[in-house]
């Protein structure tokens, strides 16, 4: 256990939750949806919420997005986002796209970007936001389960569409200048050139879908996890109280939006708020990312432990040559925080990172730490009011403090998720315990109601904040002509959390070598996605496997960190 007495004080002064034990006491989800008009009129978009709603208020003329990479800079006001949004909306209505409709949007980070994720939820579309490094089976996969209809690309990335084997996909709109387009090919710049401003938004209800963002179990292909509009309650007051969003703030939020802290956090919960949202493109650097919060007088920052820990090893000087005075709030998710990292940005910062656990299944933020609140580093914090956490045994007994267990939370809450797309058993396994949505993560509280996160209870890879299945990655390296079979771990890494190393036995005729480990580097990265590949590959004569043929990634692992393997009695030989 990492438990820690340390005590970083929370600060009182200019935050939206003053007091947190009294709000969790009175606190009311339904107080919280009267912030919307469709409290009264029951019609629903979180695409109004987020834009529409400022835009036709007195907040027309402020900026809503802030866009800048190493060869563009723009920004658009809210009024601006509206038309924007309501031009794209209009192309792929045009389009003869409709409500439910899967659009995936598959491109690197951009206004227009934004644009097509915004305007396809307006008509009602379901959008499954897709990471650029997406290689061509990760990117077919996706698209097939979900029968997507329609995907925004751009040039470079289409070859990595696989449209003949796609027979739902109707449409392809393309993201660039001087397209030549072939069939079934839409070019969505010149299109919302010529479409009208206005838009007869899709209303829908509440429990209608409007994302899928797929994630990565230990077993079978990725999971489409699917939201619907009602998260924007959550979205609003977790960016309210968590991000502690006021009117003056610039926030940045550093995750790509094919990630759902790029939707929920980069998206929603910053617009729902009214803010000024700023998106960088372009790859990280230490030089860039400090530009970014100077130039833009970054106030509240939301990140990812691997970045600060890059930030951490680029060490003290760079962070004396900006001025980082505006930054007032900074926050981190995605893997365990480490303390060494919060001792770090109090020394640099003169600040503390504030921790906040939740998953893409969650839909938002669920147990955080507060600017009122104490802080103790390594701890995820406490469940933002309105949300029961605890730990419990497999049998869905509640464990006294100290005492590790299944993380789990009461449910519902309003982000969850509704549904796993086309897989009703793979959704219920989430709910085995009634009353209980199992996070598979295992952790532990104090006595105070502090949550300290222990692990993945199953095999998934948690490598620089991006969700790894190890099957996924074991499935495309046994395509491999020399490979015979494979079974892959996460191994602890002081910068990104867990390494992908994979093991790997080969067919007759194939030697080991550091060719053969480099071409499989590749394989993987070309197939699935670079952050897929496993950085460290060890040739085994056999692996070790039930007697139903599962390889036994536990006894992987207790090789690597030279652990005891544990019950050995289901392995084949
Ligand atoms: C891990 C990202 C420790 C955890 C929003 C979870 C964390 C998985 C934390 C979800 C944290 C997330 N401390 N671990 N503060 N936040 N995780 O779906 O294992 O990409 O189950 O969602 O990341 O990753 P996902």
């Known amino acids: 256990m990492n438990h820690t007495e340390e005590r970083l004080p929370g600060r009182k002064d200019r935050c939206n939750l003053t007091d947190y034990e009294q709000e969790r006491r009175t606190f009311d989800w339904q107080e919280i949806e009267k912030t919307f008009s469709w409290h009264e009129t029951g019609k629903v978009n ?25 060869t563009r800079q723009s920004s658009y006001t809210f009024e601006e986002m509206r038309k924007k949004t309501n031009q794209a909306g209009q192309v792929f209505r045009k389009l003869g796209l409709k409500k439910g409709d899967r659009l995936f949007v598959f491109m690197p980070r951009s206004p227009e970007c934004y644009f097509a994720l915004l305007g396809a939820i307006k008509i009602g579309a379901i959008v499954g936001p897709l990471f650029e490094a997406f290689m061509e089976t990760a990117v077919r996969d996706r698209l097939q389960d979900s029968g997507a209809a329609a995907i925004v690309t751009t040039p470079e990335l289409l070859h990595r569409v696989p449209v003949s084997e796609l027979p739902e996909l109707k449409h392809v709109i393309l993201v660039g200048e001087d397209l030549k387009l072939e069939d079934h090919q839409t070019d969505l710049i010149a299109e919302m050139s010529q479409a009208s401003e206005k838009l007869e938004i899709e209303w829908v209800d509440r429990e209608d879908g ?20 009602n998260a924007m309650i959550q979205h609003y007051y977790t960016g309210k109280i968590v991000l502690d969003l006021q009117e003056e703030d610039v926030y940045w939020c550093t995750a790509d939006p094919g990630w759902v802290t790029g939707t929920s956090y980069g998206i929603f919960a910053p617009w729902l708020n009214g803010v000024t949202n700023v998106v960088r493109g372009g790859r990280f650097s230490p030089q860039d990312w400090y530009d970014t919060l100077q130039s833009q007088e970054i106030t509240v920052w939301y990140s990812a432990p691997t970045a600060f820990r890059m930030l951490m090893g680029a060490g003290n000087d760079i962070v004396s040559q900006y001025d980082l005075s505006k ?8 893997e365990p925080l480490n303390p060494e990292v919060i001792r770090w940005g109090m020394q640099v910062y003169k600040q503390r990172i504030h921790d906040t656990w939740w998953m893409t299944e969650t839909g938002a933020q669920l147990i955080c730490n507060y600017p009122s609140m104490d802080m103790k580093p390594g701890s995820m914090g ?14 869905g007994n509640e464990l006294p403090p100290y005492r590790m267990g299944n993380l789990a939370i009461r449910t519902p809450w309003p982000s969850m998720m509704r549904k796993i797309w086309n897989n009703p058993g793979k959704y219920q396994e989430y709910f085995y315990l009634s009353g209980w949505y199992i ?120 090789w690597e960190l030279d652990l005891p393997t544990g019950d050995l009695s289901t392995i084949e030989d």
């Open 46 to 70: 979180i695409a109004y919420e987020s834009i529409d709603r400022h835009a036709l208020s007195d907040k027309g003329d402020k900026i809503a997005l802030r866009y800048s990479d190493p």
């Open 210 to 229: 409007m994302l899928l963002h797929y994630t990565s179990g230990s077993t079978g292909k990725p999971k489409g996890v699917y939201h619907v509009h």
């Open 327 to 334: 930054v007032r709030h900074i926050l981190s998710v995605g």
């Open 382 to 395: 406490k469940p933002i009011p309105g949300v029961e956490a605890a730990i419990i045994d497999d049998q």
């Open 439 to 558: 996070s598979g993560d295992s952790a532990y509280q104090d006595e105070e109601g502090y949550f300290f996160f222990q692990g993945r209870i199953d095999d998934v890879i948690n490598t620089s904040g991006e969700r790894v299945g190890p099957f996924e990655v074991e499935s495309k390296l046994v395509e491999h002509p020399a490979i015979a079979e494979a079974g892959v771990i996460g191994k602890p890494d002081p910068v990104r959390g867990e390494i992908i190393k994979a093991f790997i036995s080969l067919r007759k005729g194939y030697e080991p070598s550091e060719e053969l480990i480099q071409e499989i580097r590749a394989f993987v990265k070309e197939g699935l996605s670079a952050h897929a590949a496993p950085r460290e590959i060890e040739f085994k004569e056999k692996l070790p496997k039930t007697r139903s043929g599962k390889i036994m990634r536990r006894v992987l692992k207790a």
